[in-house]
């Protein structure tokens, strides 16, 4: 995980614009990010295969939006890894806050619901636990997940696919 350098008024990252161009598709970002939130970018690969970006929003040292992109894997990798709503929220949980771990607050609850990217609604899959929110869709070949506090999360469900900017 690295945290970016960009800003408004400073070039997109190299760090993060090598990352884009090894993951080869657009990642989603946050629409409107708080220009106080710093972004930590963290990535996982199968077999030397980059799958998965994370771009975690925070603001003093607490992490409050989680944006996910995962790519499928190609035939020859012989490992299977989805992302679950579930999983994604407990993630959160487990890294958001400074002081440790926050432990799941009360019991999960499944339904509908959407993210907007570049303008356009996309319906999702929605997980609440509490005043936390996880929201995931499948965009064109990707899977696009969102997790934040239930207070952000109308902010963080706008997206916009990134190919070339930094991270939000």
């Known amino acids: 995980m690295f945290y970016s350098s960009a800003g408004p008024d400073r070039p997109a990252d190299r760090i993060w614009l090598d ?16 220009p106080v939130w710093r972004r930590r970018v963290g990535q996982r690969s199968v077999d030397g295969f980059l799958q998965r970006i994370d771009l975690g929003y925070c603001e003093e040292g607490t992490m409050l939006v989680q944006v996910t992109s995962q790519r499928c894997l190609p035939e020859h990798v012989r490992v299977f890894s989805t992302l679950e709503p579930d999983a994604l929220l407990s993630e959160f949980l487990l890294n958001s806050s400074p002081d440790g771990p926050i432990c799941r607050p009360g019991e999960l609850t499944a339904g509908r619901g959407r993210l907007v990217v570049g303008g356009s609604a ?12 996880a929201t995931l869709a499948a965009i064109g070949e990707e899977t696009v997940a969102v997790v934040s506090t ?14 070339t900017a930094s991270p939000g």
């Open 150 to 163: 239930a207070a952000l999360h109308e902010q963080a469900v706008h997206l916009l696919l990134d190919t």
């Open 19 to 34: 990352t884009l161009r090894e993951y080869g598709r657009p990642v989603a970002v946050l629409a409107r990010p708080e």
């Open 122 to 133: 996309v319906e999702a899959q929605r997980l609440t636990c509490g005043e936390y929110i």
